[in-house]
Structure formats: C-alpha cells, structure tokens
C-alpha cells in the first residue's frame, strides 16, 4: 500500500516543540508522509518567542509548485501563516488542486503562542475567518482561537461556538479544551468538543498530570490530517487525534527552562486506555462512568418472537444470551402493539429464566422496563433520541439491575457506547449482512479483534455469521460473544449444536495473553471524497 502523503504548512518553532516538528513527529506516530512548508519562522524557546516572520509569498507559493508536481496531498494541514497575502496563496492554490483531486484541509487557527506572544494581526484573522475557514474540511481551534475567530458577538459557551464557527463554512470543528478556563477547572478530565457531521459531543480522557504540554494543538491537528489521509471520516479522525495528542502528553520531555514539548509517538492506538469517552449531549462529564465488566454473551442467538425464544431455549445444550428483536407490524395501533410486546416480552422472560439464560430486549426500551425486562439492547439512533426524562428513567432501571448492550460500528459509536459503561458492546458488520441496511462497510476479523482488545466491557460480533466456521473465527479474535440470526435455520434443533461446538473450539484457540499490535481500519468512507 502507498504511503499516504499529507503537507503541513506551518511554521519552524527554533525550540523543536511545536510548529512543523510537532506536525512531523505526529505524521510518524500514524504512519503517513509529511512534506513541511515553511509559511513563517519563529525565533523561540520553551520560555520566549523573541522574533516571527512571515515567509514571502513568492517562496511559499514555489514550495507549493514543487511538491505537488511530484508529491500531491491527500490532506493539507494549516498552522502559523505568517500573513494574510500567504492565506491568499494557499487558498488559490487549494482551488486549482481541488479541480485536479480529492483534498482535505484541516485548519489549525495558529493565532497565539503558548507563551502569549500574538502570531496574528488582524487582517490575517479576517483572512482566516474569510478565506480558509469556508474551505476547510475540519478546524481545530483552542477556545481563545475560537473566541478569536468569531469576534464580536461570539456564544459563551464552547458547543455554541463550535457550532457558530460550523456556520461560517467549515464542514467540522474540534474545540480544543486546553485553554478554556471552565475545562482547566475540571480536575479529573480532559474534554474537547466536537462538531461534525456524523457526531456531536464532548471527547472525555482522563487529564494528563504533566506541565509540559507545548505543541499539543499541533500535535492534535496534524494527527487529524493523518487520520483523515488513512480513509478515516473527521469523527472517527477526531477520535484518533485525541488519543494520539493524549499519548504524546504522556511522553512530554522537560527541556531547557519552560514548557517542554509533547512527543507523538507509535503505540497509542493499541493502549485501551487511551480510548475516549464521547458525550452524548452538550452537559459537561464529570467522570468517566465506570461499571464492572459483565458476563460474556457467548452464542447469541436473535430472534423475531416469543414462540421462536421457546424453541431455541427448548434445545440442550443451548444459547447463552438470546434477544428478542421485535419487530412493529405497519397496520397496528398504538394499543394493541404495546399489549402485544408486554405479553412477548413477559412469555420470553419466563422461557429464558427456566433455560437459566439472559434475555435481551431490542428497542422499545420503556415498553420492556415495564413488562420486566432484566437487559437490554439500544442501537446508536436509539440512544441519540433520549430526552433528559428518559435517560434518567434508564439510569435508574440500570441502577435497579437492567443491562445494557449497545450497538457500534464506527469509532465514534465504540466512544459513545463506551461512556455509557455498558454490560457489552456490539462491534459490526463483521461480514456483508442482508438483514440491516446500513452505510457502514464490514469490520472483519481485525476490526473485532482490535473492537475486544480496546472496549472497556465485552465486545459482541454481529453481522453476516451465516456458517459455524465463521462464528469460530469471531471467538478466535477475543470477543466474548458471536450474533446468530439466518444461520439458527428452520429447526434450531439441527443447528445448535454445531453452532456450540464452534463457539467452543474458537474460544479453545484464542490464548487470553494474545497481544492486538494492529489499529483498526475505517468501516465508513466518504462517498465522493473532500471537495
């Protein structure tokens, strides 16, 4: 495969902190090409930024020629321009490439150093705002820069900025919460908003106890870019990013007599303690939820009613875990649906409590709660439909001893599902399935695999398990549960059996010291790239 190349046009930090040493070392840690442009200098240390420079249009506009007439980006990544004329010349140039190819800009709204020297006048804030803003793909601002940005009028909170900021153009934006004095007071987290077009919310890990944290916004951007270059979509790159900016705040060097720089480095999209946590509205996290990991599901079997739960329960040995997906017929009212699912769900329960089995309820939630219900399932839409009045309800029915599993197929979803702290997570499609349509293209063996490894509670493979063999392989990858549904047939008589003896045989074959050295490639794609 070709190395994915991406440019960061940046400045030289003279301290090898920030600027396009950050952006290089970030590029490395993800395994993509970086071409440095130099658009300004900067004479500082870990104390003092003495001296800026803007490079001359002219030059930054060669540097520009030469490399894409050999190595063209997949994404450009912005940090210091230096001046409002090199914003003009970056611009036209990504209009003329954008006629030519596919291509990304990440916008990382260089306006300040971190040691408080100004690297921006107004007429380049103006450009930014004017010219690179509705352009760009993704901005990463700090919460100054975004305040910066939006002049007067700017929302007060962090959220309404992101989305202000959206409004000027921009496809994407991650506030960046280092700076904001209402994040800083948050003494467990650290959180960044974001904006995108798949996913909204706060990006939760723990704070890095560290004073060292110079070219962390560089580093968070350039990742971005590299995410963004290896296929990812701006949620799923935001995800990345995060955890690799985290990582390289973990490895920060104390050198010469201030702040010393973050150092990115390979390894971080193997460690799951680096997987964050994504909101699921706007209220601030104050913790990471935190819940004893659950039993495994093991063979999962789904099924569409109460008689089918009875005849898979009725076969020895049998399933594990068995849920009933329910589905509302199109011509029934409201009364009668409700009084239907309560008797399915009540028949169910009883089967399932005489098997010594645990029966998961999908959707209908409320409806489930009330019929007695003891787990249950929530798709990604489901869960973004709550209203402050039903998470509360679902708090307290989980406090009451309800399970939860919740369905994934993106890294975001596995952020989201993970902050709920759930009794499993879903990881699919794992194969082409017929049964959903759904955007997402299959997982395969190396996304559950990465999916068990990296989850905070046991991970459920679902989708397109049609033979034995295959459920074999998905127990062989660590999950601690494989989804049948077609492949339980006419007869689950017939087929259980050999559906448990492979279910058995893959879990013989996975040693639990088995190390995931690999990251996990994206499961959902752009369909006609950046513009």
């Known amino acids: 495969m070709t190395t994915p190349i991406i440019w960061s046009i940046a400045g030289t930090d003279s301290g090898g902190g920030a600027g396009l040493a950050a952006d290089q070392r970030a590029a490395d840690a993800l395994g993509v090409h970086c071409c440095t442009v130099v658009a300004g200098i900067t004479a500082q240390s870990t104390t003092e930024v003495t001296h800026t420079e803007a490079t001359p249009p002219a030059v930054l506009q060669a540097q520009l020629d030469t490399l894409a007439r050999d190595m063209p980006p997949k ?129 939760a890990l723990p704070r890095e106890a560290t004073p060292h944290n110079h070219g962390t916004g560089c580093t968070f951007a350039s990742a971005m870019a590299s995410a963004l270059a290896l296929g990812w979509v ?146 990604q839409e489901d869960l973004l439909a709550l209203s402050a009045q039903d998470r509360t309800k679902l708090q307290a029915a989980r406090e009451g001893g309800v399970q939860l599993g919740v369905s994934s197929h993106s890294l975001w979803e596995l952020c989201r599902a993970s902050a709920l702290a759930p009794d499993y997570i879903a990881c699919g499609p794992i194969w082409p399935t017929t049964t959903k349509d759904m955007p997402w293209h299959p997982q395969g063996l190396d996304n559950l695999a990465w999916w068990a490894h990296m989850a905070p509670a046991p991970v459920v493979g679902i989708g397109g398990i049609l033979e034995p063999a295959q459920l074999q392989a998905v127990a062989e990858t660590g999950a601690a549960g494989g989804c049948v549904v077609r492949g339980l047939g006419d007869d689950p008589g017939l087929t259980l059996p050999a559906w448990r003896a492979a279910w058995e045989q893959g879990k013989r074959r996975h040693p639990d010291d088995r190390a995931v050295t690999h990251g996990p490639h994206p499961s959902l794609h752009l369909a006609s790239g950046w513009t």
């Open 75 to 203: 994404v450009i990544k912005t940090g210091l321009l230096g001046s409002a004329d090199n914003v003009r010349v970056l611009v036209a140039f990504i209009d003329r490439l954008r006629m030519q190819q596919p291509l990304a800009l990440v916008v990382d709204p260089v306006l300040r150093a971190s040691t408080g020297a100004a690297l921006a006048d107004a007429e380049l804030r103006a450009a930014y705002r004017d010219l690179l803003l509705p352009r760009a793909t993704v901005i990463t601002p700090n919460q100054a820069e975004a305040v910066a940005l939006l002049g007067d009028g700017a929302p007060g909170d962090i959220p309404a900025q992101a989305r202000a900021l959206r409004a000027l153009g921009c496809e994407a934006v991650v506030i960046t919460g280092g700076d904001a004095a209402l994040l800083q007071r948050h003494e467990q987290l650290s959180l960044d908003w974001l904006e995108t077009p798949h996913a909204c919310g706060w990006l």
């Open 234 to 379: 701006t949620a799923d790159a935001a995800v990345l990013a995060k955890m690799a900016a985290t990582h390289a705040l973990r490895h920060a060097r104390a050198v010469g007599r201030g702040v010393g720089p973050v150092i990115a480095r390979e390894g971080f999209v193997t460690d799951p303690t680096l997987l964050p946590r994504l909101s699921l509205d706007e209220e601030l996290p104050h913790a990471l939820a935190q819940r004893p990991r659950g039993r495994a599901p093991g063979v999962y079997a789904i099924v569409d009613s109460a008689e089918r739960v009875e005849a898979v329960l009725s076969v020895r040995p049998t399933v594990d875990t068995i849920q009933l997906r329910f589905k509302r017929p199109t011509d029934m009212d409201d009364t009668t649906w409700e009084t239907t699912l309560r008797q399915a769900v009540t028949r169910s329960q009883r089967a399932a409590d005489a098997a010594g089995v645990l029966l998961v309820v999908n959707d209908h939630w409320r409806i489930a709660i009330d019929a007695g219900a003891r787990s249950l399932h929530l798709g």
